[in-house]
């Protein structure tokens, strides 16, 4: 079956240090994979994306790194802070389409609380 | 930036009413979504619209309709509220020609008693 999975446990971090996500995939070929953060409450907010022919993305302290032989990616936070934590989302394109306009296919989260 | 907004943060509604969620994107933006969100089940997409008086069915359409009468509003109806559709609601809009990004609203907490 198809699954996207992300670690439903939630993850804590001392303030300072690098807090590092998973989102693994079975049985889906993605053309880009997405990374959202999410507050309380609050709709998800496009963090990067990071296509199919790409190892490694970056923007100022946030990471993102793709493996299709493992059929993973990582998301890195560097230098953590209180204020990063939030539930950070997962998403993928499949391909070929599902759809006649392509639809994202979700992980269902993992919360990060970064403690001072 | 790109502004989407849905016009009910808090509803509770009882068993068996009709029940309108509103949702205005203000970016011109072709594409529309609308999802519910439960703890563990990640967002699941209800239906779609690419267009004016166009949809798609997504993944749990069942209890669902919805209307795009307009380009930038893209309503979402529980036509017989029951309490398994007790969730969150999140708009959300997206450019068919420019990006891959999706912008959500605030979202809608929706309670069925």
């Known amino acids: 079956s198809q699954k996207i999975e992300q670690n439903s446990e939630a993850l804590n971090i001392q303030e300072g240090k690098t807090a590092t996500l998973t989102c693994n995939y079975t049985n889906y070929s993605p053309a880009y994979l997405q990374w959202y953060r999410q507050d309380p409450g609050r709709g998800p907010v496009f963090l990067l994306l990071i296509r199919e022919n790409e190892k490694e993305k970056r923007k100022e302290r946030l990471k993102v790194t793709f493996d299709t032989t493992l059929k993973q990616s990582l998301f890195h936070i560097t230098a953590s802070q209180p204020a990063d934590s939030a539930t950070y989302l997962c998403?993928?394109?499949?391909?070929?389409?599902?759809?006649?306009?392509?639809?994202?296919?979700w992980g269902a989260g993992t919360k990060l609380i970064i403690k001072p | 930036d790109v502004k989407v907004t849905q016009s009910s943060r808090y509803l509770v509604k009882r068993t068996g009413e009709k029940v309108f969620l509103e949702c205005v994107q203000d970016?011109?933006?072709?594409?529309m979504f609308w999802y519910r969100q439960d703890p563990g089940l990640g967002l699941r997409l209800i239906y779609f619209?690419?267009?004016?008086?166009?949809?798609e069915k997504g993944d749990i359409p069942e209890g669902y309709s919805v209307s795009r009468e307009k380009k930038e509003r893209f309503s979402l109806i529980l036509e017989s509220a029951s309490t398994n559709q007790t969730s969150m609601y999140l708009c959300a809009s997206r450019s068919s020609t420019s990006g891959n990004t999706i912008y959500f609203g605030e979202g809608s907490w929706l309670t069925v008693v």
């Open positions: 970016m011109d933006h072709e594409n």
């Open positions: 998403a993928l394109l499949d391909s070929p389409r599902r759809y006649s306009n392509y639809q994202l296919i």
């Open positions: 619209s690419y267009d004016v008086k166009m949809k």
